[in-house]
C-alpha cells in the first residue's frame, strides 16, 4: 500500500522552529520529486519547497526563503522539512507530495501552529 506519513508538526511560539518528517511506504521515493505544500484555513494549498529526484536542486517560495530548508534521506526513504525563524503566517496544516511519470502521491498532513 502506497502511503506517506507526516510527522513533526505541533505548536510553537514565534521564532522557535520545527522539523518535518514525511515517510514513504510502498514505494521507493528516490525517483520522485518531492514536495511540501501547505494550507492555511480559507486559503488555497500552496507550494512552500521542492527538491529533485536526481540532483536533489530545491527551490522555495518567496515567503520562506532563508528560513525552510527541504532535504531527502533515500535510504530512509524519508523527506524533511527544517522550518526555522517561524512566523505567525506560518500556520498551515503541511502536507508532503511525491511526483512523478508513476503517478503524485500525498500524506494526510500534519497541523503547524505559530502562536504566543
Known amino acids: 500500500q502506497v502511503q506517506l506519513v507526516e510527522s513533526g508538526g505541533g505548536l510553537v511560539q514565534p521564532g522557535g522552529s520545527l522539523r518535518l518528517s514525511c515517510a514513504a511506504s510502498g514505494f521507493t521515493l528516490r525517483s520522485y520529486v518531492m514536495s511540501w505544500y501547505r494550507q492555511a484555513p480559507g486559503l488555497e494549498r500552496e507550494l512552500v519547497a521542492r527538491i529533485t529526484s536526481d540532483s536533489g536542486i530545491t527551490n522555495y517560495a518567496d515567503s520562506v526563503k532563508g528560513r525552510f530548508t527541504i532535504s531527502r534521506d533515500n535510504a530512509k526513504n524519508t523527506v524533511y522539512m527544517q522550518m526555522n525563524s517561524l512566523k505567525p503566517e506560518d500556520t498551515a496544516v503541511y502536507y508532503c507530495?511525491?511526483?512523478?511519470?508513476?503517478?503524485?502521491?500525498w500524506g494526510q498532513g500534519t497541523q503547524v501552529t505559530v502562536s504566543s
Open positions: 507530495n511525491a511526483l512523478s511519470f508513476r503517478g503524485s502521491y
